[in-house]
């Protein structure tokens, strides 16, 4: 069945880091491709999209393109500040089921 | 413009009790989805209403049931609360059940079953 496969956590960064956060996916037809951001004590917000093959989403200073051939959307930002620190889903829909699959999320620390 | 709105915010439940969680969106959203939150586990589908008048099975069904009450709202019923069942929980909705549209979230209620 679909999938999703988030690198785990957590990751502690200083700012003005770079970050990536991996994500890999195994889905049949072709799924669209999000990446949610829940800050502490809130619910999730969508953060960044693609719905097709070599799209590439971006929103705040992140990045993701979607891989077709890897089957991959990484999360990527050049310089994280203090307010990036977060827990960051990687989600796919596809099919006729039309749900959301989530990864298991990824905790990002983010020092001054 | 209010978005998703949830309540409680908080429970605590004895096992045994029943409860229900609300849930209501302004966006003129088709569908609405029930998911519950728990630590290594990520997010899991309880129930989703595709459009107004249906609502189906997510992952994790057992021990809840639904209600889609008008396109609005959307509610959770614990009829027999159980310690497995502690967890937050999380309502969302998007314009409709189409793979590619965003879902929104509402803040979450943080149930305690004892």
């Known amino acids: 069945g679909d999938s999703v496969t988030q690198m785990e956590g957590p990751v502690t960064l200083s700012e003005e880091a770079f970050l990536t956060i991996n994500c890999t996916y195994t889905a049949t037809g072709y799924p669209s491709l999000f990446w949610y951001v829940q800050y502490p004590g809130e619910g999730l917000q969508l953060l960044l999209k693609?719905?097709?093959a070599d799209d590439k989403g971006s929103n705040k200073g992140f990045e993701a393109t979607y891989r077709k051939e890897t089957t991959s959307f990484h999360l990527e930002k050049g310089s994280v500040q203090v307010s990036d620190s977060a827990v960051y889903f990687c989600?796919?829909?596809?099919?006729?089921?039309?749900?959301?699959?989530w990864g298991l999320g990824t905790s990002l620390a983010v020092n001054p | 413009n209010a978005g998703v709105t949830q309540t409680p915010k908080f429970q605590v439940l004895k096992t045994g009790q029943s409860m229900t969680l609300q849930c209501a969106q302004d966006?003129?959203?088709?569908?609405m989805y029930w998911y519950r939150q728990d630590p290594g586990m990520g997010l899991r589908l309880i129930y989703y209403?595709?459009?107004?008048?249906?609502?189906d099975k997510g992952e994790v069904p057992n021990g809840y049931n639904v209600s889609r009450l008008n396109k609005r709202e959307f509610s959770l019923r614990l009829e027999s609360a159980a310690p497995s069942q502690t967890s937050v929980y999380f309502c969302a909705s998007s314009v409709d059940s189409r793979s590619y549209n965003e879902q929104f979230f509402g803040p979450g209620t943080r149930l305690t079953v004892l």
């Open positions: 693609a719905t097709k």
């Open positions: 209403s595709a459009s107004e008048g249906t609502t």
């Open positions: 966006m003129n959203h088709n569908s």
């Open positions: 989600a796919l829909s596809a099919g006729n089921n039309r749900k959301l699959i």
